[in-house]
């Protein structure tokens, strides 16, 4: 589904990816995890182009994205991104922070859209919130929203860039149960994230990636129970 | 008491038609004046935030030349060289004093219009185009609405600056608030009552123009809920479609 061949990405003269080559399937969960500044989100932020990428090429279904020939638009209506910081739209209400995208890029008609939008939020369990503007809510409520808004494009692939880093720990459960609900129904999703909890027990796939590169990969088994690499070891011997 | 005695504001009411169409006059310049410098203002100042060097150059040079030069002299300008080297004539008082305030209000406003777009969330832009939204699109529905809500105090302070600028245009002659009052001085040798009258008039419209911005400004403040909903909870139990 995706296929990413020596991917390099450079802000000014300091290289964040140093060559990335990755294949991730569908309906795969894969779980980024690595220290700061390892280049995580980076490499997320390539897979829908809000980072240029330097050199190389990522492929998605069979389409190279960073191709001046690629309508980016319609690469990103097929993947969702959740960011760390929800970035929901202040000035609209739940509702419309939902419909906006089906609205005028799926072109979908209002009915619909609203339809829509209301079985997403039963789905992340907000429906009473539709109403509601993002400031009434709170961090869990919000970034449960910025899911329903991305899943509204109905996207193949979901991206979620650290989705419980800025959450007060009694709310990050109910966004991962959410993020659980999806996997199990079969999302393609990468998923950049502290929670090594979550990569155990919900990724097929686990990259640990340190200064650019992905210095380990394999099932969650695998690289938590047996790490081979000595910086997967001390990463791991850090936060666990 | 010599001195309240002999002020003579019947002088002033003699020539009212005067000072009330100088006052239209100058509400007529300051609003389209105005109107043109927020919506000329509103494609410079996106244009200065352009990657495209030939869209980003001319914008950046258009404002340093309006804001860099005398608003005095670009009604001169306008008025006896720019226009009748194009039309190969006058075009009187109002059309060229309304364009020399509208290009010189574009300006300043272009620089508010920059920042308060700079002053939104990056994380914003990045939501919007996440969904598949083209950039246009994305700086209509999701930028644009935040970022005028910071430029009201600011565009507030344009449109009151804008207001007592026009009175410059009095140099060419047009027939504003303050070429009344000067009417009046030549007509009378006085100086006083007029240019109090003047004064006063133009503090009453100042005073009008900044209850009316703080008003917006309040409705737009602090909150995106709308007023009416605002002291409601949030308890919707059926689930609608």
């Known amino acids: 589904m995706i296929k990413i061949n020596s991917l390099y990405k450079s802000f000014g003269n300091l290289e964040v990816l140093k060559g990335i080559d990755c294949e991730i399937n569908e309906k795969e969960v894969v779980c980024v995890i690595g220290p700061s500044g390892s280049g995580k989100s980076t490499f997320l932020r390539c897979i829908n182009l809000l980072e240029e990428v330097t050199d190389g090429s990522i492929y998605i279904d069979g389409v190279k994205i960073n191709d001046t020939k690629t309508n980016i638009n319609e690469i990103r209506k097929e993947v969702g991104m959740v960011f760390q910081q929800f970035n929901l739209f202040p000035h609209m209400n739940v509702l419309n922070n939902i419909t906006i995208a089906p609205k005028r890029i799926r072109k979908m008609h209002e009915v619909e859209a609203v339809d829509l939008a209301y079985q997403l939020l039963e789905k992340v369990g907000l429906q009473d919130k539709a109403e509601a503007y993002p400031e009434q809510l709170s961090g869990g409520q919000m970034q449960r929203v910025a899911i329903a808004r991305a899943l509204a494009m109905r996207p193949k692939i979901m991206l979620f860039d650290e989705p419980t880093s800025a959450l007060d720990p009694e709310m990050v459960k109910e966004v991962l149960d959410v993020m659980k609900q999806l996997a199990v129904e079969g999302m393609t999703m990468v998923v950049v994230t502290h929670e090594m909890g979550f990569a155990r027990e919900m990724g097929d796939r686990v990259l640990f990636m340190d200064e650019g590169v992905i210095m380990e990969e394999g099932t969650p088994s695998e690289v938590f129970g047996q790490p081979k690499n000595s910086r997967t070891q001390d990463f791991l011997s850090k936060v666990l | ?241």
């Open chain 2, 1 to 241: 008491m010599d001195f309240l005695e002999s002020i003579r504001f019947d002088m002033i009411w003699n020539y009212k038609e005067l000072f009330i169409r100088g006052l239209w006059v100058t509400l007529g310049l300051t609003a389209v004046g105005y109107i043109g410098g927020v919506i000329l203002g509103l494609f410079l100042g996106i244009g200065k935030l352009s990657k495209i060097k030939w869209i980003y150059y001319p914008c950046k040079y258009y404002v340093d030349f309006f804001r860099g030069t005398p608003l005095l002299v670009q009604i001169l300008l306008i008025h006896l060289a720019v226009i009748p080297s194009i039309f190969g004539h006058s075009l009187g008082y109002f059309v060229s004093g309304a364009t020399a305030l509208m290009l010189n209000c574009a300006a300043y406003n272009a620089e508010i219009i920059r920042a308060g777009i700079q002053s939104i969330e990056k994380g914003q832009m990045e939501a919007a185009r996440s969904l598949g939204m083209p950039k246009r699109e994305a700086m209509k529905q999701i930028i644009l609405p935040q970022a005028f809500r910071r430029m009201i105090p600011p565009l507030g302070n344009e449109l009151i600056a804008l207001l007592k600028d026009s009175s410059l245009v009095t140099v060419i002659a047009a027939n504003d608030l303050l070429y009344a009052s000067q009417v009046v001085a030549g007509a009378y040798q006085r100086f006083y009552e007029p240019y109090v009258t003047v004064a006063i008039l133009y503090l009453l419209l100042t005073w009008v123009c900044t209850r009316v911005i703080a008003y917006v400004e309040k409705r737009y403040s602090n909150s995106y809920i709308p007023r009416r909903r605002r002291t409601f909870s949030f308890s919707r139990s059926s689930v609608g479609g």
